[in-house]
């Protein structure tokens, strides 16, 4: 039996798997050639990897938003 803690937990993770796909997505249609990536996302996304490497992370939301605000 699922607590109320619990519950709250796994629709914050819904949220954040939906917003992972919406990531994918913009990823994978940069990838294909589809939409043009410009020198400045390319070298975020780069630097973003690197510091998920040495994990030094950000928010979902930020990443999200940032890639937003590029568009």
Do not use: H
């Amino acid at each position: 039996m699922a607590t109320n803690g619990t519950v709250e937990i796994l629709e914050r993770l819904e949220g954040e798997i939906q917003d992972i796909k919406k990531m994918l997505e913009r990823l994978e249609t940069m990838l294909i050639g589809e939409e043009e990536i410009s020198e400045e996302e390319r070298k975020e996304l780069e630097e973003r990897i690197k510091e998920a490497k040495n994990g030094d992370t950000v928010s979902l939301e930020e990443f999200l938003r940032d890639l937003n605000v590029q568009s």
